[in-house]
């Protein structure tokens, strides 16, 4: 064989390596969970499909439609919002929500009233200012959702960890991970389950790659591969899901497996017969896409749509969460 096409051949087997996600006849009630970018998609997620998503965490993030389909606005009204970039109204975004309600672009708003959110904005977090986490919370409370909000951790704008990643708890860099002595996953995994089991000491579980080229990928800003952490006993029961959504510079291009390893969730899982689902984003830009840090899109990179079930990248983690509820296959 030519050296030039072993190579091609390596290249190819490499780019089609990760295995596609499996069937674990999962429930179909699920939660989610993400920081910053991360944090507006779990929003997204929970708002456009209300009828599975029984609840979010939300970490450094903001309302529903927050950017309204502006990346001018998603940088300044919902990150650092000012006298002359004001929040959105929660009145305004609940109409927008309503609206697309009506339309059959979300599902009912009514179910949000059964559901539960989790909030955190760190006290040294430079980027996303409590006060677009106070709007995450008006917008919740006009739906009677049950929830929490935490602010009184020194953490910058990160995921809150007892011990890994950067030690310094008021950081705010690469891997967005920081040591704070505080357990955010385990926080927001108890407000949205009620009572869980003690995080196991060990994980007995298996973080597995898989293929997302089907889902999308490229085209629509995701990796070719995401990750999902199946706790052994997953294997043969019926478990929920728990959809953890990385932010922006955090996902695997950058930081490797560190979010999916490190960011508190899967110890959790595997004591809980909790499946984790690690959808994974990638920057990209062209004329017709620009995500340079490997964004959730939660400002319209992808479209119009993109805060509703026809939203691209929603659209997505649907199929994913509808495979991973598929009867397991006759072995």
């Known amino acids: 064989m030519p050296r030039i096409a072993f190579v091609f051949l390596l290249l190819s087997f490499g780019a089609s390596a990760a295995d596609p996600l499996p069937a674990l006849g999962a429930k179909k009630t ?20 209300s009828s599975i998503v029984k609840g979010a965490g939300v970490i450094a993030g903001g309302p529903y439609y927050c950017a309204q389909g502006s990346l001018w606005s998603a940088y300044y009204n919902c990150m650092q919002p000012g006298w002359f970039t004001p929040l959105p109204r929660a009145a305004t975004l609940r109409a927008e929500a309503e609206s697309r309600a009506k339309a ?3 599902d009912a708003t009514s179910n949000l009233a059964s559901s539960r959110a989790w909030l955190f904005s760190g006290s040294k977090d430079p980027q996303v200012e409590v006060d677009v986490v106070e709007a995450l919370q008006a917008f919740y409370n006009e739906y009677k ?23 310094d708890c008021a950081a705010t860099k690469s891997p967005f991970i920081n040591a704070c002595q505080y357990d955010a996953a385990g926080e927001l995994l108890k407000h949205l389950y009620g009572k869980l089991d003690a995080p196991a000491a060990q994980e007995s579980g ?8 089907p889902f999308g990928a490229l085209e629509i800003s995701m990796d070719e591969a995401g990750y999902v952490f199946v706790p052994q006993a997953c294997e043969t029961a019926s478990c929920r899901i728990h959809v953890a959504f990385h932010g922006c510079r955090q996902g ?21 017969r909790l499946i984790v689902l690690y959808p994974q984003a990638i920057g990209r830009s ?14 319209g990179y992808t479209g119009p749509e993109y805060h509703t079930k026809n939203g691209a990248q929603i659209r997505a983690v649907k199929v ?12």
């Open 30 to 49: 699920v939660t989610v969970s993400g920081l910053s970018s991360g944090g507006y998609m779990a929003v997204q997620m929970h708002v456009a499909h």
């Open 104 to 106: 059959g672009l979300i």
């Open 145 to 167: 959702v049950s929830t929490v909000i935490v602010k009184n951790q020194p953490a910058g704008h990160a995921i809150a960890t007892v011990s890994a990643g950067n030690q």
């Open 206 to 213: 298996r973080l597995r790659a898989f293929d997302q080229k």
């Open 252 to 272: 695997a291009a950058e930081v490797k497996e560190q979010f999916v390893r490190e960011a508190g969730y899967n110890r959790w899982a595997d004591a809980n």
């Open 286 to 299: 062209s004329w017709t896409l620009f995500n340079p840090r490997g964004c959730w899109d939660w400002w």
């Open 320 to 331: 994913m969460l509808d495979r991973l509820s598929e009867p397991r296959q006759a072995r």
